[in-house]
C-alpha cells in the first residue's frame, strides 16, 4: 500500500509592524553602545549572520534583549538582508517581529529591506502596506523594491502605474527600477511600454553602464514578444558582459526553439573566455535533446564533470532527459546511470528519469515502477511527475493504473491543475475510453487550448469527427484565440481518419487567421492531404512553401512514398540533398519505406549503408524494420533473419512482427513460428503476435494449431481488433465493421453490392477464398468475403457519390487479397478511381489497376 502524507502549510509569522510610532527612540542609548558585552554580543550576531547561521543569530539577539542590551537598527537590517539573502523568509518575519517589539523605528534602510523580504516570499500585500506606511521616507530604493515586488509577483500593471508614481513623486530612477520596470514589460501586452523604457534608458545611459539592465532588455525582447532580433542586438552591444548575458542568451534560445543558435552561441562563449555555469550547460544538454546531437550532449557531459557540476540535480535531470531522447535504440541505460549518480533526489530529478521512461512504451512500466519508489523514499511527486505517469499509463494502455494514480493526484489537491487534466485526457482517449475522456475534460475547471486540443484528438483518433469538431466550435466560442499549434492539433487530427473535407474547411480558417506563411502549419498541411488520399493537393501546398526544412522534405517524402509512388519520392530525396539540407533519421523511414513498398533491394541497401557513412545517423530500431521488411516481402526471408541476428541491439516486437508477416505472405511456417514466439515473448499481452501467427497456420490449412491458438488467447483474455472502414461523405464520416446491417442505408447497400459482384465476376473477378481464414465451406467463404468493411464503404461511396468524384475509404487493418483485387475491377465496371488507405499504405485503383502493381 501506497501511503501519500502531505506536509502540513508553514504557521504565519507574526504580522507587520503597527503604526509607526515618532516618539520611539532612532539610536539607542550612548551607555549601551560603550557596554563591552554589547559589542562582544554584537560582533557574535554579526559573524552568525553573515556566515548564514540566521537562528543562532536571533538567539544571540534575545539573549541582548533580555540583558537590557537594546540593539540598533544596523543589526536589526543585518539580520533581514540575511533572511533574504539565505532564503529563510519565516526566520526574516521572525526578526520584524523582533523589530516590532523594540523601542526603535525603522529607518528606510530596515523598512527597505522588509519590502524586499515580503517581495520574495510573495506576499505582496504586507510589502504594499510597510511601502504605504512609509510616507515621506520612501526614497529611490523603496521605490524600485516596490516595483519588483509587483513584477515579481506577475502584477506587471501595478509594477507600471508604480514606476509612473515614482516618477511624479520626484524620484529619478535607478539600474533597478529600470530593470525591475523592464521585467514587468516581458510581456505580449506591455511591449510597447518596454520600447518606450528602452528610450529611456539609452537616455540616461545606464545601458553602457550595468550588466542588469542589458540582461533585463534581452528578456523583454526575447520572452515579452519573440523578437530575438533586438536581444540579440543589446547582446552585442552591452560593453562589459560577465557568464550571466550569455547564460541568458543561451537559456532563451534553447526555450524558444531557437536550438542550434544556442548551441552556436555557446561555443562563442567559450572561445570567448567565459565560464559556462550550470545554468549554461542545463540549457545547452536541453537544446541537444530537441536537436537530438547525442554526440555534442556528450561532450557537455563531459565538461559538466571537468567544472565539478556531475552531481548538480538540475544540470543531472537535463542530461537524464538528453540520453532519453537521444538513445539511438530508445535504450535509458545511460539516463539510469546519470540518475544513479545524482546524490540527492528531489522531485525534479525523479521526475525527469520518469519522464525518459515514459516516452517509449519499452520503458513505461519502468516509469511506474520509479514511481513506487519515488513515494517510498518520500518524495512528493509534483503536477508534472502525474503528467507523465499518464502518458506511461497511455503507451500501456493501462488506464486502471492510470485510475489509481489519479486517486493520489486527488489527495495531492491537484486534480484541478490544466497538464494533470489534460494528460489524464489523452490516456483515456489512447485507451479508446472517450466516455471517460469526455468526462474528464468537462470536470476540467480551467480549460486551455491544450485542453480542447488533447479532445479533440481524442476524438479523431477515436473515429468521431462530429464530436472533434463540435469541440473545436466550442473554442471558437470561448474566445480563445487559436495558435498555429491548435490548428496543426486539428489538422493531424482530421488527417487521422482522412477527414478531408474538414481539413479543408480547418485549411480555410488557417488562412483566414494569417498562419498561410507559417512552416509549421505548411508542413502539418502537407502531411494532412498526403494521409487524406489527395496527394496532388499536398504537392500543391508543398510547391508554394517560401522555406523548405527537413521536416518539410520529410513529409513530402513519405506521402509519395506511402501513395506507391517509390521512384517520385527517391527523386525528391535526392533533390533535397542536393538542396544542402541534411536528412534526419524520419526522413530515413520514409526513403527505405519507398525502397520497401516497390521491393528496390538494391537501392535500400544503398540507402541503408549511407545513413551512418555519410550523415552520422546510426540506424535504429525502425530503420531495421524497413529493412527487415524490405527483404521478407521480396521472398528473401533468410537475408532478413540474418540482418535481424547481426542488429547492434536487441530485436523488438515491431521487427519479430515485420518477419512474422512476410512469413505469412510467402508461408514459411518455421520461420513464422519462430517470429512469432519472438512477439509474444516481448509483448505477452498484445494479441498482435497470436493473431499472425493463426493467420499463418490458418492460410496452410493447419486448423487444429488455429484452435488451440484461439484457446489460449480466450484463456489469456486477449481480444482481435475488429476490422472497419470509413468513407466521408459531405462532412459527415459513415463508418462500417463486418457484416455491418447498422447503418440506415444497410439494405440499399447490400443490395447494390450483390449487383456489384455479379458485374464485376462477368468481366473475370473470382473470390479469393484463401483470404478467409476460418475452417468452413468455400461457399460460406465467398459469403464472409461479401462482408468485409471496405467493400461495403466503397458500396456506399458508389451509391452517395457521382462520377467522376473520387471515392476513398480507410481501413484500420491491412486490406485482404480480395478486397484488392474486388477492388481493381470494380474501379474499371464503374469507371470510377477508388483510393484506398489501410493500415500500411495508399493502394490507388484505376481502371483496373492498382498503383501498388499488386506488390503489397
Given at each position: 500500500?501506497?501511503?501519500?502524507?502531505?506536509p502540513s502549510?508553514?504557521?504565519?509569522?507574526?504580522?507587520?509592524?503597527?503604526t509607526?510610532n515618532?516618539s520611539?527612540?532612532?539610536?539607542?542609548?550612548?551607555?549601551?553602545?560603550?557596554?563591552?558585552n554589547?559589542?562582544?554580543?554584537?560582533?557574535?550576531l554579526?559573524h552568525?549572520?553573515?556566515?548564514g547561521h540566521?537562528?543562532?543569530?536571533?538567539?544571540?539577539?534575545?539573549?541582548?534583549t533580555?540583558?537590557?542590551?537594546t540593539?540598533?537598527?544596523?543589526?536589526?537590517?543585518?539580520?533581514l538582508?540575511s533572511?533574504?539573502?539565505?532564503?529563510?523568509?519565516?526566520?526574516?518575519?521572525?526578526?520584524?517581529a523582533?523589530?516590532s517589539?523594540?523601542?526603535?523605528e525603522?529607518d528606510?534602510?530596515?523598512?527597505?529591506s522588509?519590502i524586499?523580504l515580503?517581495?520574495?516570499?510573495?506576499?505582496?500585500?504586507?510589502a504594499?502596506?510597510?511601502?504605504?506606511?512609509?510616507g515621506e521616507?520612501?526614497?529611490?530604493?523603496?521605490?524600485?523594491?516596490?516595483i519588483s515586488?509587483?513584477?515579481?509577483?506577475?502584477?506587471?500593471?501595478?509594477a507600471?502605474s508604480?514606476?509612473?508614481?515614482m516618477?511624479?513623486f520626484?524620484?529619478?530612477?535607478?539600474?533597478?527600477?529600470?530593470?525591475?520596470?523592464?521585467?514587468?514589460?516581458?510581456?505580449?501586452?506591455?511591449?510597447?511600454?518596454?520600447?518606450?523604457?528602452?528610450?529611456?534608458?539609452?537616455?540616461?545611459?545606464?545601458?553602457?553602464?550595468?550588466?542588469?539592465?542589458?540582461?533585463?532588455?534581452?528578456?523583454?525582447?526575447?520572452?515579452?514578444?519573440?523578437?530575438?532580433d533586438?536581444a540579440?542586438k543589446v547582446?552585442?552591444?552591452?560593453?562589459?558582459?560577465?557568464?550571466?548575458?550569455?547564460?541568458?542568451?543561451i537559456?532563451?534560445?534553447?526555450?524558444?526553439?531557437n536550438?542550434?543558435e544556442?548551441?552556436?552561441?555557446?561555443?562563442n562563449?567559450?572561445?570567448?573566455?567565459?565560464?559556462p555555469d550550470?545554468f549554461t550547460?542545463?540549457?545547452?544538454?536541453?537544446?541537444?535533446a530537441?536537436l537530438?546531437?547525442?554526440?555534442?550532449?556528450q561532450?557537455?557531459?563531459?565538461?559538466?564533470?571537468?567544472?565539478?557540476?556531475a552531481f548538480?540535480?538540475?544540470?543531472?535531470?537535463s542530461?537524464?532527459?538528453m540520453?532519453?531522447?537521444?538513445?539511438e535504440?530508445?535504450?535509458?541505460?545511460?539516463?539510469?546511470?546519470?540518475?544513479?549518480?545524482?546524490?540527492d533526489?528531489?522531485?525534479?530529478?525523479?521526475t525527469?528519469?520518469?519522464?525518459?521512461c515514459?516516452?517509449?512504451?519499452?520503458?513505461?512500466?519502468?516509469?511506474?515502477?520509479?514511481?513506487?519508489?519515488?513515494?517510498?523514499?518520500?518524495?512528493?511527486?509534483?503536477?508534472?511527475?502525474?503528467?507523465?505517469?499518464?502518458?506511461?499509463?497511455?503507451?500501456?494502455?493501462?488506464?486502471?493504473?492510470?485510475?489509481?494514480i489519479?486517486?493520489?493526484?486527488?489527495k495531492?489537491g491537484?486534480a484541478?491543475?490544466?497538464?494533470?487534466g489534460n494528460?489524464?485526457?489523452?490516456m483515456?482517449?489512447?485507451?479508446g475510453?472517450?466516455?471517460?475522456a469526455?468526462?474528464a475534460?468537462d470536470?476540467?475547471?480551467?480549460?486551455?487550448l491544450?485542453s480542447?486540443?488533447?479532445?479533440?484528438?481524442?476524438c479523431?483518433k477515436?473515429?468521431?469527427s462530429?464530436?472533434?469538431?463540435?469541440?473545436?466550435?466550442?473554442?471558437?466560442?470561448?474566445?480563445?484565440?487559436l495558435?498555429?499549434?491548435?490548428?496543426?492539433s486539428?489538422?493531424?487530427?482530421a488527417?487521422?481518419?482522412g477527414a478531408?473535407?474538414k481539413?479543408?474547411?480547418?485549411?480555410?480558417?488557417?488562412?483566414?487567421?494569417?498562419?498561410?506563411?507559417?512552416?509549421?502549419?505548411?508542413?502539418?498541411?502537407v502531411?494532412m492531404?498526403?494521409?487524406?488520399?489527395n496527394?496532388?493537393?499536398?504537392?500543391r501546398?508543398?510547391?508554394?512553401m517560401?522555406?523548405?526544412n527537413?521536416?518539410?522534405?520529410?513529409s513530402?517524402?513519405?506521402g509519395?512514398?506511402?501513395?506507391?509512388f517509390?521512384?517520385?519520392?527517391l527523386?525528391?530525396?535526392?533533390?533535397?540533398?542536393?538542396?544542402?539540407?541534411?536528412?534526419?533519421?524520419?526522413?530515413?523511414?520514409?526513403?527505405?519505406?519507398?525502397?520497401?513498398?516497390?521491393?528496390?533491394?538494391?537501392?535500400?541497401?544503398?540507402?541503408?549503408n549511407?545513413?551512418?557513412?555519410e550523415?552520422?545517423?546510426?540506424?535504429?530500431?525502425e530503420?531495421?524494420?524497413?529493412m527487415?521488411?524490405?527483404?521478407?516481402r521480396?521472398?528473401?526471408?533468410?537475408?532478413?533473419?540474418?540482418?535481424?541476428?547481426?542488429m547492434?541491439?536487441?530485436?523488438?516486437?515491431?521487427v519479430?512482427?515485420?518477419?512474422?508477416?512476410?512469413?505469412?505472405?510467402?508461408?514459411?511456417?518455421?520461420l513464422?513460428?519462430q517470429?512469432?514466439e519472438?512477439?509474444?515473448?516481448?509483448e505477452p499481452?498484445?494479441?498482435?503476435?497470436y493473431?499472425?501467427l493463426?493467420?499463418?497456420?490458418?492460410?496452410?490449412g493447419?486448423?487444429?494449431?488455429?484452435?488451440?491458438?484461439?484457446?489460449?488467447m480466450?484463456k489469456?483474455?486477449?481480444g482481435?481488433?475488429?476490422?472497419?472502414s470509413?468513407i466521408?461523405?459531405?462532412?459527415?464520416?459513415?463508418?462500417?465493421h463486418?457484416?455491418?446491417t447498422?447503418?440506415?442505408?444497410?439494405?440499399?447497400?447490400?443490395?447494390?453490392l450483390?449487383?456489384?459482384?455479379?458485374?464485376?465476376?462477368?468481366v473475370?473477378?473470382?473470390?479469393?477464398?484463401?483470404?478467409?481464414?476460418q475452417?468452413?465451406?468455400?461457399?460460406?467463404?465467398?459469403?464472409?468475403?461479401?462482408?468485409?468493411?471496405?467493400?461495403?464503404a466503397?458500396?456506399?461511396?458508389?451509391?452517395?457519390?457521382?462520377?467522376?468524384?473520387?471515392?476513398?475509404?480507410?481501413?484500420?487493418?491491412?486490406?485482404?487479397?480480395?478486397?484488392h483485387n474486388?477492388?481493381?475491377?470494380?474501379?474499371?465496371?464503374?469507371e470510377?478511381?477508388?483510393v484506398l488507405?489501410?493500415?500500411n499504405?495508399?493502394?490507388?485503383?484505376?481502371?483496373?489497376?492498382?498503383?501498388c502493381?499488386d506488390?503489397w
Amino acid at each position: 500500500m501506497i501511503n501519500l502524507s502531505l506536509p502540513s502549510p508553514a504557521n504565519l509569522l507574526p504580522p507587520p509592524p503597527k503604526t509607526l510610532n515618532p516618539s520611539r527612540q532612532k539610536t539607542p542609548p550612548t551607555q549601551t553602545l560603550k557596554n563591552p558585552n554589547f559589542e562582544h554580543l554584537k560582533t557574535r550576531l554579526i559573524h552568525q549572520a553573515s556566515v548564514g547561521h540566521l537562528r543562532q543569530a536571533i538567539s544571540t539577539l534575545d539573549l541582548m534583549t533580555q540583558q537590557g542590551l537594546t540593539p540598533d537598527l544596523f543589526t536589526y537590517s543585518l539580520l533581514l538582508k540575511s533572511s533574504i539573502r539565505t532564503r529563510q523568509f519565516h526566520l526574516g518575519k521572525l526578526v520584524h517581529a523582533r523589530l516590532s517589539e523594540s523601542q526603535l523605528e525603522p529607518d528606510s534602510v530596515s523598512l527597505n529591506s522588509l519590502i524586499s523580504l515580503y517581495s520574495k516570499n510573495n506576499d505582496w500585500v504586507t510589502a504594499n502596506t510597510i511601502f504605504e506606511n512609509m510616507g515621506e521616507r520612501r526614497d529611490v530604493v523603496s521605490w524600485s523594491a516596490m516595483i519588483s515586488c509587483f513584477s515579481h509577483n506577475d502584477m506587471e500593471s501595478k509594477a507600471i502605474s508604480t514606476f509612473v508614481k515614482m516618477l511624479e513623486f520626484g524620484e529619478y530612477p535607478n539600474q533597478f527600477g529600470f530593470a525591475a520596470m523592464i521585467r514587468a514589460c516581458s510581456n505580449a501586452e506591455n511591449a510597447w511600454i518596454g520600447d518606450v523604457i528602452f528610450g529611456f534608458v539609452i537616455k540616461t545611459g545606464y545601458f553602457e553602464s550595468d550588466v542588469c539592465i542589458g540582461c533585463a532588455l534581452i528578456e523583454m525582447f526575447a520572452k515579452g514578444s519573440g523578437d530575438f532580433d533586438s536581444a540579440k542586438k543589446v547582446f552585442d552591444r552591452m560593453p562589459d558582459k560577465n557568464s550571466v548575458p550569455w547564460t541568458l542568451m543561451i537559456t532563451r534560445y534553447s526555450q524558444m526553439g531557437n536550438r542550434k543558435e544556442a548551441v552556436e552561441l555557446f561555443i562563442n562563449m567559450v572561445e570567448s573566455g567565459y565560464m559556462p555555469d550550470k545554468f549554461t550547460f542545463t540549457s545547452l544538454v536541453s537544446a541537444c535533446a530537441e536537436l537530438g546531437l547525442l554526440s555534442f550532449g556528450q561532450q557537455l557531459h563531459a565538461q559538466v564533470v571537468k567544472y565539478g557540476l556531475a552531481f548538480d540535480v538540475c544540470v543531472g535531470c537535463s542530461l537524464v532527459d538528453m540520453y532519453a531522447k537521444c538513445a539511438e535504440d530508445g535504450s535509458m541505460v545511460n539516463s539510469r546511470k546519470v540518475f544513479d549518480l545524482i546524490p540527492d533526489h528531489n522531485v525534479i530529478s525523479w521526475t525527469s528519469i520518469i519522464t525518459g521512461c515514459g516516452q517509449s512504451r519499452k520503458h513505461s512500466k519502468e516509469a511506474i515502477e520509479l514511481y513506487c519508489r519515488m513515494i517510498e523514499d518520500q518524495v512528493l511527486p509534483n503536477h508534472f511527475t502525474f503528467s507523465s505517469l499518464f502518458k506511461a499509463c497511455s503507451n500501456l494502455s493501462d488506464p486502471a493504473t492510470g485510475e489509481q494514480i489519479y486517486a493520489h493526484v486527488v489527495k495531492m489537491g491537484l486534480a484541478a491543475v490544466n497538464c494533470v487534466g489534460n494528460a489524464l485526457i489523452s490516456m483515456y482517449a489512447r485507451s479508446g475510453r472517450m466516455e471517460d475522456a469526455r468526462k474528464a475534460f468537462d470536470i476540467l475547471f480551467e480549460k486551455n487550448l491544450v485542453s480542447y486540443s488533447t479532445i479533440v484528438d481524442g476524438c479523431t483518433k477515436n473515429i468521431d469527427s462530429n464530436e472533434a469538431f463540435g469541440v473545436f466550435h466550442q473554442i471558437e466560442d470561448t474566445g480563445f484565440v487559436l495558435d498555429s499549434f491548435t490548428f496543426a492539433s486539428l489538422l493531424s487530427g482530421a488527417a487521422s481518419i482522412g477527414a478531408v473535407a474538414k481539413g479543408e474547411q480547418i485549411h480555410a480558417r488557417l488562412l483566414k487567421a494569417g498562419f498561410e506563411s507559417n512552416q509549421h502549419i505548411a508542413n502539418t498541411l502537407v502531411s494532412m492531404y498526403s494521409r487524406c488520399g489527395n496527394m496532388e493537393a499536398a504537392l500543391r501546398v508543398y510547391s508554394k512553401m517560401e522555406r523548405l526544412n527537413v521536416v518539410s522534405w520529410t513529409s513530402i517524402i513519405t506521402g509519395l512514398a506511402k501513395h506507391g509512388f517509390a521512384t517520385r519520392a527517391l527523386e525528391m530525396f535526392q533533390e533535397m540533398l542536393n538542396a544542402g539540407i541534411k536528412p534526419n533519421e524520419v526522413t530515413y523511414i520514409a526513403v527505405l519505406s519507398a525502397c520497401s513498398y516497390v521491393g528496390m533491394i538494391d537501392e535500400g541497401w544503398k540507402h541503408f549503408n549511407s545513413m551512418y557513412k555519410e550523415y552520422g545517423i546510426s540506424p535504429r530500431m525502425e530503420h531495421y524494420a524497413c529493412m527487415v521488411d524490405l527483404l521478407g516481402r521480396s521472398g528473401f526471408l533468410e537475408e532478413a533473419m540474418q540482418l535481424i541476428n547481426s542488429m547492434p541491439f536487441e530485436a523488438d516486437a515491431l521487427v519479430w512482427r515485420t518477419l512474422l508477416g512476410a512469413c505469412r505472405v510467402h508461408g514459411n511456417i518455421a520461420l513464422g513460428k519462430q517470429a512469432a514466439e519472438m512477439v509474444i515473448e516481448k509483448e505477452p499481452n498484445d494479441s498482435a503476435g497470436y493473431i499472425l501467427l493463426s493467420n499463418l497456420y490458418a492460410s496452410v490449412g493447419q486448423w487444429n494449431e488455429v484452435a488451440e491458438i484461439r484457446k489460449t488467447m480466450k484463456k489469456k483474455n486477449l481480444g482481435k481488433e475488429v476490422g472497419s472502414s470509413w468513407i466521408e461523405i459531405e462532412n459527415t464520416v459513415h463508418k462500417f465493421h463486418v457484416g455491418d446491417t447498422s447503418h440506415p442505408q444497410a439494405e440499399e447497400i447490400y443490395k447494390e453490392l450483390d449487383q456489384l459482384v455479379t458485374e464485376i465476376k462477368e468481366v473475370g473477378y473470382v473470390p479469393d477464398t484463401s483470404s478467409v481464414l476460418q475452417d468452413v465451406e468455400d461457399e460460406q467463404k465467398e459469403e464472409f468475403l461479401l462482408q468485409h468493411s471496405e467493400k461495403i464503404a466503397v458500396t456506399f461511396g458508389l451509391i452517395n457519390t457521382s462520377k467522376p468524384k473520387r471515392i476513398t475509404v480507410f481501413k484500420n487493418l491491412r486490406v485482404c487479397g480480395d478486397c484488392h483485387n474486388a477492388m481493381k475491377y470494380i474501379s474499371m465496371v464503374k469507371e470510377r478511381e477508388i483510393v484506398l488507405r489501410d493500415s500500411n499504405r495508399f493502394h490507388h485503383f484505376k481502371n483496373g489497376i492498382c498503383s501498388c502493381n499488386d506488390y503489397w
